[in-house]
Each structure stands twice: as C-alpha cells, then as structure tokens.
C-alpha cells in the first residue's frame, strides 16, 4: 500500500511539473490533477495498477497514457497525425497498416471526443480502433 501511495504521489507530482511548464494556469492545474487522481484511485478500488515490478498493469496502460499526455493527444488527434496518436494506437494494438485509418477517424471525431467526459473518451477511442 505504501508502494501505491509513493508511487501515485510520483504522478501526481509529475503531471502538475510539466502542467506547470506547459503555462497552464494554476486554477486549471489543480482541477485536471485532482479530477484525473480521483479518476484513477476511484475506478481501482480493490484493484492495484502497479505489478510487483512496479510496472503498470496492461489493462491500465489506455487510462494513464490518456491522463498523463491528454494535452498532446488532443493536438495530434486535430492535426490528424503525430507522435501522441499513433502511441495511443499501438495502445489500442493496432497494426502500422490501421494506424492511418485511426489517425483520420480520431481527427474526424475530434470535437466529439473533446467533449466526454474521460471514460466516454476511452470507450470512444476503443470504438474507433475497430
């Protein structure tokens, strides 16, 4: 438990350092950060995210990519192509040859997709990746 804890502690810190430097403002900071953490520790209960490797789960990775890169896989899904997007494909396991196909469908669904909320987005993505 303690393990969880410092880890989620690490994240937490982490996502809030590069908010800090991409210029979000604060009163945004605080809001992502604390909505995403209580995302994640509320949709676990019972469960742990971290093997005893202290690696994530596979079944967790979709989530904590999202949480953590949310900013740049918006901006890749708008421009239909990018380092972000094509991360989150081979996230959903998808093949080099449905990668284009993904990025043109996530860039056509883009407004939809901006506006779920965050476990709409992913079933969303999921959907797309068919």
């Known amino acids: 438990m303690r393990q969880i804890r410092t880890r989620l502690s690490t994240l937490i810190c982490m996502t809030a350092l590069m908010l800090f430097?991409?210029?979000?403002?604060l009163k945004a900071t605080v809001k992502e950060t604390t909505d995403?953490?209580?995302?994640?520790t509320g949709t676990t209960s019972g469960r742990t995210w971290f093997t005893e490797d202290g690696l994530l789960h596979p079944e967790h990775k979709l989530t904590a990519f999202m949480a953590f890169n949310q900013t740049n896989v918006e901006q890749d899904m708008a421009r239909?192509?990018?380092e972000y997007v094509t991360s989150l494909g081979t996230l959903l396991e998808l093949s080099n040859d449905q990668q284009a196909a993904f990025h043109a469908k996530a860039q056509?669904?883009?407004?939809?997709?901006?506006?779920?909320?965050?476990?709409?987005?992913l079933q969303q993505l999921r959907m797309l990746a068919r």
């Open 80 to 82: 239909g192509q990018g």
């Open 36 to 40: 995403t953490t209580s995302n994640v």
């Open 21 to 25: 430097a991409a210029g979000c403002t």
């Open 108 to 121: 056509g669904a883009f407004a939809t997709l901006m506006t779920s909320d965050h476990e709409a987005r």
